[in-house]
């Protein structure tokens, strides 16, 4: 199992305000990107919020120019050919918890994505339940450049969002959104321009939270019924050809590149 160092720098920062909890993913200079110690921080701060009674918003957000840029490709990169499936296993199962976390809490998941959202990213856009984009910001897959499949739910939850069709498009064909397009394909709610994104995110939090917040998670709970069993084993299947495609030697090279290895 791989263990961060004691002296990792804070990768989460946590908003409160009555009502709502705001998670703001804070490794600006990676671009977000999704490591081991920023996946169980996530789950751990989504599941403290979910134990107070007065919360009932979950806002994800970034700092920076990435709302979040995929998982950690040099942390992959960092560790010998041989040994990736098995840290590609750890990684994308703890991306996973997060994912089945996000569907699963009583908590209404708003996704702020205020700038680029590429791999694993995308999934944490597909799996909120509702979602604000800049309209500046750029949506891809990302996964085939790097040699590697889906994951974070993207092969499950992108399908059924836009069709198979524009699926293909963006995880093969390498499409990239903006925040209008994501708008016009069913992967946001609403876009912004970056000048007045924070503002229009706080009053797209407000607008749930002067609602009757009762009905916020049993009417997501109904939403979200039927698919959870299903969802829960494609994310297994997910983890398991990430891990089996990064040891193929295109896949590394490719993954070595982009580290600048």
Request: hydrophobic share 45%; aromatic share 4%; proline share 5%.
């Amino acid at each position: 199992m791989s263990v961060e160092p004691r002296d990792a720098p804070t990768v989460i920062r946590t908003q409160r305000r009555p009502g709502l909890v705001r998670l703001v993913l804070d490794r600006a200079e990676e671009g977000n990107a999704l490591n081991l110690k920023m996946a169980r921080g996530i789950l751990a701060a989504l599941r403290a919020a979910e134990a107070d009674p007065d919360v009932h918003v979950l806002t994800l957000t970034g700092t920076g120019r990435f709302f979040c840029g995929g998982g950690d490709v040099r942390s992959i990169a960092g560790h010998p050919t041989e040994q990736r499936p098995a840290y590609l296993a750890e990684l994308a199962d703890a991306a996973h918890e997060v994912a089945l976390a996000m569907v699963t809490t009583r908590l209404l998941v708003v996704a702020g994505v205020n700038g680029a959202a590429a791999g694993a990213g995308l999934g944490l856009v597909l799996n909120a339940d509702w979602v604000l984009v800049a309209e500046e910001a750029t949506l891809l897959a990302a996964y085939s450049g790097v040699g590697l499949t889906p994951d974070t739910g993207v092969s499950y939850l992108l399908p059924r969002a836009v069709g198979h069709p524009r699926s293909v498009e963006m995880t093969l064909g390498g499409r990239r959104l903006s925040g209008n397009e994501a708008v016009a394909w069913g992967l946001a709610n609403a876009s912004a321009p970056a000048a007045v994104f924070d503002g229009e995110l706080t009053v797209a939090e407000d607008a749930f939270l002067q609602g009757a917040v009762q009905t916020l998670g049993p009417t997501k709970r109904l939403l979200r019924a039927g698919m959870i069993e299903g969802y829960a084993a494609h994310l297994r299947d997910e983890s398991a050809s990430i891990a089996a495609l990064s040891a193929h030697p295109d896949s590394a090279h490719r993954v070595n590149r982009f580290a600048g290895r």
